[in-house]
């Protein structure tokens, strides 16, 4: 559970950092729909900082939160494990739609 958090920050912040790094013609495609200034990175830090100590004194003040997100991850993480399972499947014997049906005309008779 731990690693399905640090893969959801880590996968949100290399989002975060994709448009510095792309190619101009690229950085145009999100268009310029900014609400107004753009915070500094010390800002952000700072902000983020501030969430996560509130994120960790949730389940002081409120139980209950804590638990129901446990169940909730507990659950999607079955799911995906589910999705994985039949992922592999797909991969390792192919999507039924790809199959090639075997013609009776083309079979040779014994």
Known sequence: MRFLVK???LGFL???????????????AAGDN????TPS????????????ADVRNICVRQPGVCE?????????GSRAR??????????????????QEEDPAETPAE
Not at 20 to 28: C, D, L, M, N, S
Not at 34 to 37: F, I, K, N, T, V
Request: proline content about 7%.
């Open 7 to 9: 893969m959801v920050v």
């Open 34 to 37: 900014e609400a107004g200034p």
């Open 82 to 99: 589910e999705g994985l399972v039949v992922a592999y499947a797909m991969f390792r014997h192919g999507h039924p739609s790809m199959q």
């Open 68 to 76: 129901t997100g446990g169940e909730i991850i507990s659950y999607a």
């Open 41 to 52: 990175a010390f800002e952000l830090a700072a902000m983020v900082g501030e969430a996560a």
């Open 14 to 28: 290399a989002l975060m950092a994709l448009p510095y790094f792309a190619p101009q013609e690229y950085r145009g």
